[in-house]
């Protein structure tokens, strides 16, 4: 059951009344909507991959089954790759295929197709690959990479090596405070999007054209040159509805694109599709990054914190992929939103024998601000004070300088989005009510916890500069304006937002906007669908490329200063009969004064953040340890909220997602290192029996640097749920439970060491 409130005049929000129809809901509503799955063509061939099964080793030979009419199928191995044998990426370390050495289980060695796809499965069983296992045994945690003195990856088996450092935490700590240590982890995630990965490739016209189920539709492109020696304007990229993503289609799609134009250059332009079932799925695509982090804060007795130090490590397996940008925001994350004077945190990505872990909600700052708030719980213990007194003791407010070093910048307050939380929640009465329940002794405990964070919006430090991104409109003669962006839709509600922030930008009707599909030979490169960069940083270019629409029809087309609907669609049908269809591209503008040394980590890390205070409460059976949550509160102060059913649906989904981070996703590897309960039988994800009533509340003080004031959000709701709950439970039961999930036989556990 949810619960979605929305406005309270007395904590600033200001949110429009109105949400329009989804742009893409009346599709999927009535089933209309074509997945990858759903398309087929004439001719098409179906593919599947036989993979390695060792942890590492060398591919000694293949051979192929005499019994079986290979000249019906097509084979693809990596003697077929005509371009480069690497996934592009930040790094190219990642083969396309595995010609000799791998580094672990389930890497594509041979690709197989056939008209029929129950023929498949034969052909797979016909095939052998005869691997040699790596002389040195396979590593599979941080903290054991970490101890090895030889190289099994990389140099030191650390990929990358991050330090962000503030004042001195050696002087903070020899004066007099009270030092709290702890050690936290969370585990591997699974990202397990309604629709698995699938892409179909072919030829057309000469052309490569791959369409898919994919977030970042110009990566794959990239891929594909790369993989394929084919010039650019060789290759096309095509989004297809794409039934959830939460960053498991960012960089993976890449592999599966490549795969696939693969075998249709081999079949002379055939149509092939390669689309994975749910159990190929989970055990392949990277997860959540799992986490190690050692705190240690010290504070004076009255709370105010003298130094932050972090050692923040997650496991990258065994390719780079994305774990140094994983990495850095983590790092980045790590201090949370509170003013210290003395940081240091040092963050590390592991390399390690698993499957590489990659892309996920949140990008490594839940694993670091699950450790920081739950940390800072604990040194609320100590210290004999509450943790929202703690909290509000060293929040951030402006005129501060975040850990980072970036100026806080008014008039956001984040003291008022505690407030709002613990008002509306009744926290004060439901700390005293849960203390009176819990010393009756009674068949369950009950506590209530809370975090408090921000999270960044768009890509860290220079990254939108690099990018480079653009966007833009075309407009035909009836009026209607097409935005073109290769931003897509995951199921968030971008087409919803972007097309009420151009609708706005415009002075025209909702419906008076659409959104053109993603296809890279029909719109710009504005960059991938990532870190909450589509409402700020995409909406930000298409307000340009609004305001340059109107310029052009008011100087070519006679549009009035001061227009209604009905002119400016005259003036669209008059500029289209001087010129045709016409078409504006805005590039994106980096905000002025915003600078980031990535060598030091210091400077403005993002244009804006979004703040929040989530509180959990949780009831615990004693004999079971089964932890339910009663109540759940989201207060966000997101700057401006663009679309309140969007936003608060973005709030919702990432709650959820946060409550299965904290309780219940437990992804189990097997020997070889890959995920042994790859189904959905045996990865327990929460349903709706498991969710409590959910309050999303919005604060709006318009400071976000996308349009009107508005800042990321998508991010936001990943990194709170499972601090808050894991607080809760350890405020009900008296425990020090450092680590997510927090299973039943986990709180049990943790009961007996409480009570030896």
């Known amino acids: 059951m949810y619960t979605s409130m929305h406005n309270d005049d007395r904590f600033g929000t200001t949110l429009l009344k109105d949400a329009p129809l989804r742009k893409d809901g ?28 060792l942890p590492g080793g060398t591919v000694v030979s293949i051979s192929f089954d005499d019994h079986v009419p290979w000249s019906e199928y097509v084979v693809v191995t990596a003697a077929d790759i005509p371009g480069i044998n690497a996934v592009k990426m930040i790094e190219t370390d990642q083969p396309v295929l595995v010609e000799t050495r791998y580094r672990h289980a389930g890497e594509p060695v041979v690709l197989v197709a056939h008209p029929d796809p129950q023929a498949l499965a034969r052909a797979l069983a016909a095939i052998h690959i005869e691997e040699r296992p790596c002389a040195a045994p396979p590593v599979f945690t941080i903290d054991e990479a970490l101890r090895l003195d030889t190289r099994r990856i990389a140099p030191d088996n ?12 050696m002087d903070a700590e020899n004066g007099p405070c009270h030092v709290f240590e702890g050690e936290y982890r969370t585990g591997a995630q699974e990202h397990l999007y309604i629709e698995p990965q699938g892409m179909i ?55 599966i694109a490549c795969h696939a134009a693969l075998l249709t250059l081999k079949a002379g332009g055939r149509p092939v599709a390669l689309i994975y079932g749910r159990g190929e799925d989970m055990a392949v695509t990277p997860k ?63 390399a390690t024998s698993h499957p590489p872990f990659g892309a996920f909600r949140g990008f490594g700052a839940p694993q670091s601000i699950f450790a920081l708030e739950a940390a800072l719980d604990g040194l609320a213990r100590d210290l004999g004070m509450a943790p929202d007194v703690l909290r509000r003791r060293n929040i951030l407010a402006p005129g501060d300088i975040s850990p980072a070093g970036q100026s806080i910048e008014g008039p956001l307050d984040m003291r008022r ?98 959104v053109a599909r993603p296809d890279t030979r029909d719109v710009p490169n504005s960059g991938p669908t990532v870190a909450s960069r589509t409402c700020m940083v995409v909406g930000g270019i298409l307000t340009q490329a609004a305001r340059d629409l109107i310029a052009r029809l008011r100087a070519d087309a006679m549009l009035p200063s001061a227009y209604n609907y009905d002119e ?166 008296g425990t020090e439970i450092r680590h997510v999930p927090a299973m039943p036989e986990h709180i049990l556990a943790a009961m007996d060491r409480r009570c030896p």
């Open 288 to 350: 959540r990054h799992p986490s190690r982090s050692r705190v240690r804060l010290g504070a004076s007795r009255d709370g105010r914190l003298r130094f932050i130090d972090i050692d923040f490590a997650i496991d990258g397996g065994a390719y780079l992929t994305l774990s140094p940008v994983v990495l850095s925001r983590g790092v980045i994350h790590a201090a949370g939103p509170y003013r210290c004077d003395n940081i240091r945190v040092r963050g590390r990505a592991v």
């Open 568 to 733: 400016f669609r005259a003036a669209c049908a008059r500029l289209h009969a001087s010129g045709g269809v016409t078409t504006v591209i805005a590039d994106y503008r980096h905000p002025a004064g915003s600078e980031w040394d990535e060598s030091t980590f210091q400077g403005s890390p993002y244009a804006s953040f979004a703040w929040a205070c989530y509180v959990a409460e949780v009831e615990i059976e004693v004999v079971t340890g089964e932890a339910r949550i009663l109540d759940f509160t989201a207060v966000q102060e997101v700057g401006r909220v663009v679309h309140p059913t969007v936003a608060a649906g973005q709030i919702e989904g990432g709650v959820v997602q946060g409550i299965g981070y904290a309780l219940f996703e437990d992804v189990h590897f097997g020997a070889d290192g890959q995920m042994a309960n790859n189904r959905v039988t045996n990865y327990i994800i929460p349903t709706s029996a498991d969710i409590p009533p959910i309050r999303v509340l919005f604060q709006e003080s318009r400071h976000g640097a996308g349009p009107g004031g508005a800042a990321g959000i998508g991010e936001l709701p990943m990194d709170g749920p499972a601090p808050a709950i894991i607080n809760a439970i350890n405020a009900a039961l």
């Open 201 to 255: 490739a072919r030829v057309e016209d000469g052309v490569l054209t791959v369409e898919g189920s994919l977030q970042c539709p110009y990566y794959v492109h990239a891929a594909l040159v790369y993989a394929t020696g084919l010039p650019e304007e060789q290759v096309r990229v095509l989004q297809c509805a794409t039934g959830g993503a939460f960053g498991g289609k960012e960089e993976y799609p890449s592999h």
């Open 417 to 514: 989005v505690i407030d709002q939380a613990l008002e509306v929640c009744g926290y004060h009465a439901k700390v005293e009510a849960y203390r009176r329940w819990n010393v009756q002794g009674g068949a369950t405990r009950k506590g209530i916890g809370l975090a408090t964070f921000y999270h960044g919006a768009g890509f860290t430090g220079n990254g939108e500069l690099a990018l480079r991104s653009r966007a833009g409109l075309r407009v035909g003669a009836t009026g209607l304006v097409e935005i073109l962006t290769s931003t897509t839709e995951m199921g968030q509600g971008m087409q919803t937002t972007l097309s009420r922030i151009v609708a706005e930008a415009l002075s025209i009707p909702y419906e008076g906007v659409a």
């Open 26 to 53: 009346t599709e999927k509503v009535r089933g209309t909507a074509r997945y990858v799955a759903d398309i087929g063509y004439p001719g098409m061939l179906h593919a599947a991959t036989l993979r390695t099964c």
């Open 158 to 169: 650390v990929y990358r090596d991050y330090l962000m450092e503030k004042g001195s935490v």
